[in-house]
Structures are given as structure tokens and as C-alpha cells.
């Protein structure tokens, strides 16, 4: 898939205010922090269209982004982080989980997970709501820049052994090189393909 345009479309809390077209759609959910932003910017290969923060816990609305014009990228809020107060944070997961069972054209979820992290309760809780809902999921490890090949596999082994996952079942990441963008681009479009099917 090569992406030749991106228009950021709106910022949606409830459904009312979701972006009003049906193109297939895919969501991007992780931990505060772990790199989502850099993740969607490295894939439009634009600088700036997702804002980036240093500090975690920013992203608080759901972001809708068109891409190629036919195609749907949606950046949900970050979770898990503890300096955001209670009230904000207690809002996400009813707004996620809302938009995760009412969107009718969402085809899948790209969830990022930091290579140096244990997976969390939130991440467990969403993989098994996603597979309960029979919603596809890729699963990325984002960071890999900052561990060594070796430490990196120790890693991939014991996060797939958590999630219960082959370690197949898993993409490398890296902002920094773009290592992994090609493969989860391809991803991307194998499960439009499928869909379409």
C-alpha cells in the first residue's frame, strides 16, 4: 500500500460526532506513551499530522484520519496513565469500548505494546474483548531501536507467551528506522483484502 494522501478529518467523543463515511477503517489503541503517534506518522510519512507529546496522556478524543481517500486510520486515546485524573481516565474505556462496538466500518485494531514492557491488565482486558468480539487485531512492538537483536527476541518470547500468541503473530517497530512499516502497511491491506473477500 502506497499512501499518497492524508487529511486529518475530525476528533469524535461519542458516536454522534464520528466521521460521517463508511470507508474501512482501521484503529490504533495502546498505553500511553508507547509510541502511537510516531507510529501513524511514520506510516502517513508526514512529521507533524499526529501531534506528538512528551508528555503521556494527550491524545483524549478519538482522531479520524482519511487516507488515499478511501481509507480510514483512527487514533484512539491512550490509556493507563496515572498522572491524568481519575475522571478523565475512567471516561476512556466506556468511550473506546462504545466506538470499538458501534463502528460498523471498522475492519481491525493495530495494538501497540512497548518491546521493554510486560504487557498490562489493559492490554489483556482489550485482547480479550477483541477476541470475544471476533475483531482482528495485529499486535506491534513498538521501541525495538532501543534493545539489542538479542534482547529484542527475549523479549518478543516472553510478551507472545503472555498474550498467548505466536511469535510470528507479532511486528517489530521503530519510529526511528521505520523498521516494520513496510510489514504492518502490508498487514494493513491483507485484512482489507480479506474483508472484501
Excluded at 482501521?26 to 508507547?34: E, K, M, Q
Excluded at 495494538?111 to 485482547?127: A, H, M, S, W
Aim: aromatic share 8%.
Amino acid at each position: 500500500m502506497k499512501i499518497k494522501e492524508v487529511e486529518f478529518v475530525k476528533s469524535a467523543v461519542k458516536p454522534d460526532q464520528y466521521a460521517e463515511y463508511d470507508f474501512p477503517e482501521i484503529c490504533f489503541a495502546g498505553r500511553s506513551n508507547v509510541g502511537k503517534s510516531s507510529l501513524i506518522n511514520t506510516l502517513i510519512q508526514r512529521k507533524n499530522m499526529v501531534k506528538t507529546s512528551s508528555k503521556p496522556g494527550c491524545t483524549q478524543l478519538i482522531n479520524f484520519f482519511l487516507i488515499n481517500g478511501d481509507l480510514s486510520f483512527v487514533d484512539l486515546p491512550g490509556y493507563g496513565y496515572a498522572k491524568v485524573s481519575k475522571k478523565i481516565r475512567a471516561q476512556w474505556q466506556p468511550m473506546v469500548e462504545l466506538y470499538l462496538s458501534k463502528r460498523t466500518s471498522l475492519l481491525g485494531l493495530v495494538l501497540l505494546i512497548d518491546i521493554r514492557r510486560d504487557p498490562g491488565k489493559e492490554e489483556l482486558d482489550l485482547v480479550k474483548w477483541l477476541e470475544s468480539h471476533g475483531m482482528p487485531y495485529l499486535i506491534i512492538l513498538t521501541k525495538a531501536d532501543k534493545l539489542s537483536k538479542t534482547k529484542q527476541s527475549k523479549r518478543v518470547a516472553a510478551i507472545c507467551s503472555q498474550l498467548n500468541r505466536e511469535e510470528t503473530g507479532v511486528i517489530l517497530f521503530s519510529a526511528k528506522t521505520s523498521k516494520g512499516r513496510d510489514t504492518l502497511l502490508d498487514e494493513i491491506n491483507n485484512l482489507i483484502d480479506w474483508q472484501n473477500e
